[in-house]
């Protein structure tokens, strides 16, 4: 055991190891630390100063502080006297009390065309203290307010009614409106709905694309299945009272030759409809009217009401 702590002794040993010399300074400067800690501690919560000792001190510091303080320049209260403040001179103002920096806010509002109209005006300037103006108020010779605008009552002629119109002397007589005429829907363009009350081009252009793949309109009702006007109800009887029918422009497709393309093109077979019909038809042979195509299984009684008025076997 001796052994193995015999190699860390040495270590400490060399580590503290000094001279003579070296331990008297060392010595020296740790009593120094303690003398300088001791007089901390002491001042610090121990020593009571006798307050006879800070009257000296503190008379230099109010002679010291009496010589630096800047006295500040009060304006001088001198007596009012009544005075028009658009007409005022810098020497008139002063007189007032007033001080420079005062005088030259007043000043710069005068150059800008600033104008006094009512005593209160004057108040209002950022550079007069409301105490001022509350002294100088009395004095001020204009009013304390403006008189408000008089207006002379006029005789108000009435309007005169449109039957009275062409009796005045100068009045146009009252244009009649001209009567509107109703458009026969399976031949007019758009521009000849648009003219019509109440058709914008919206429901122009809808009305005329869904004429040209039914193939004309067989009924006015069917203005209710236009894309733009399926919920507007309203919308479609105002049409019905603006628009007449010639169903004879109904453009017919003939089921005995025409090919499924063809018939797939009507908003009313399309495909699922038109193949079963063209097979039915290639099965059993030309239909003699429109009716036999009830034969097919997919035609029923509402979708041949619709379909009939587009069909021929001629």
């Known amino acids: 055991m001796t052994q193995a702590q015999q190699p860390f002794k040495e270590d400490v040993k060399d580590l503290m190891s000094l001279h003579a010399g070296e331990r008297r300074g060392f010595l020296v400067m740790m009593l120094l630390l303690l003398v300088l800690s001791a007089g901390v501690i002491y001042a610090q919560w121990f020593y009571k100063p006798d307050p006879a000792d800070l009257d000296p001190l503190r008379e230099e510091m109010e002679v010291w502080l009496a010589a630096r303080k800047v006295p500040e320049t009060q304006p001088t209260l001198a007596e009012p006297f009544p005075f028009d403040p658009n007409a005022m001179e810098r020497s008139d103002w002063l007189a007032l009390g007033l001080s420079d920096k005062q005088v030259d806010g007043l000043e710069r509002y005068m150059s800008k065309g600033g104008r006094f109209r009512v005593k209160n005006d ?46 005045q002397e100068n009045w146009p007589p009252r244009e009649e409106r001209a009567a509107f005429h109703k458009v026969e829907v399976n031949s007019a363009d758009t521009l000849a709905l648009i003219a019509l009350p109440g058709i914008g081009p919206s429901f122009a252009r809808g009305i005329v694309k869904y004429r040209e793949s039914l193939g004309g309109y067989a009924s006015l009702d069917q203005l209710s299945e236009v894309y733009v006007l399926k919920d507007k109800p309203d919308a479609v009887l105002r049409l019905k009272e603006l628009l007449v029918l010639d169903t004879l422009m109904v453009h017919r497709i003939n089921i005995n030759t025409c090919t499924v393309e063809e018939l797939a093109t009507h908003p009313y077979c399309r495909w699922k409809i038109a193949k079963p019909l063209i097979a039915y038809r290639t099965q059993h042979g030309a239909f003699r ?20 008025p587009y069909l021929t076997v001629e």
């Open 122 to 167: 004057l108040g209002r300037m950022y550079t007069i203290r409301p105490e001022q103006f509350e002294r100088l108020k009395p004095f001020i010779l204009l009013p304390d307010s403006l008189p408000r605008r008089s207006y002379e009552a006029h005789e108000r002629k009435p309007y005169p009614r449109f039957a009275e119109r062409g009796q």
């Open 289 to 308: 009217t429109v009716d036999d195509i009830r034969g097919c299984v997919l035609i029923d009684e509402a979708l041949l009401r619709k379909l009939a």
